[in-house]
């Protein structure tokens, strides 16, 4: 009985840190960018397991690492200024910053930055389902987009666990230096 219950909890114990599935298609962390979610051919070998945080504690760490971020304003899931592409938001917290380098554009009648024209939006999950649900709908709007001849910007993404790095067109020439700054985030 003790010999199955140690080899029942070993198995677990080895699934658990054996990685993804094969059907989890999104790296541990990555550097995308655009509709098709081309590679920028800035790819990190970094494999930290990071949990969900709070998105404003992640745009503090980048602060820490030395990125020129300025402004940023907080929100949850509940207070998001953004309309929910389903019944909810995925994300439990998102914080949007400026990076410095770039002048800050606000929402039309709001006072929230625009991030693919001032800087970038961190948004944290609950799950690793969650964060990929996410991506999944951000593709499936820029795929509408072209469908519908509308030309979106690039984007640049960077996950990294349970976190999502999201970086406006405008920062394309920095995207190594957030990447390399949220893979020393431990949370």
Same mark, same amino acid.
């Given at each position: ?27 541990? =962390? ?7 979610? &081309?590679?920028?051919?800035?790819? &990190? ?42 019944? !909810? ?91 390399? !700054?949220?893979? =020393?985030?431990?949370?």
């Amino acid at each position: 009985m003790i010999k199955k219950l140690l080899a029942g909890l070993l198995l677990v114990v080895f699934t658990a840190c054996s990685g993804p599935a094969a059907d989890d298609e999104l790296p541990e =962390s990555s550097a995308e960018t655009g509709p098709q979610g &081309s590679s920028s051919g800035e790819r &990190s070998d970094v494999t930290l397991t990071v949990e969900s945080t709070d998105a404003g504690v992640v745009v503090e760490h980048l602060k820490e690492q030395g990125l020129p971020i300025g402004r940023s304003d907080g929100y949850s899931a509940e207070n998001s200024p953004f309309k929910p592409l389903t019944g !909810a938001h995925l994300y439990q917290t998102m914080a949007i910053f400026n990076d410095t380098r770039v002048d800050p554009v606000a929402l039309e009648d709001s006072d929230v930055l625009k991030f693919d024209e001032s800087g970038g939006i961190v948004e944290t999950f609950a799950s690793r389902e969650d964060l990929r649900t996410r991506v999944r709908q951000i593709e499936a709007v820029r795929a509408l987009a072209a469908e519908q001849d509308t030309e979106l910007e690039p984007e640049y993404q960077i996950r990294q666990g349970t976190i999502l790095l999201r970086l406006g067109h405008v920062m394309e020439p920095w995207t190594g230096e957030y990447e390399q !700054a949220l893979a =020393s985030y431990e949370g």
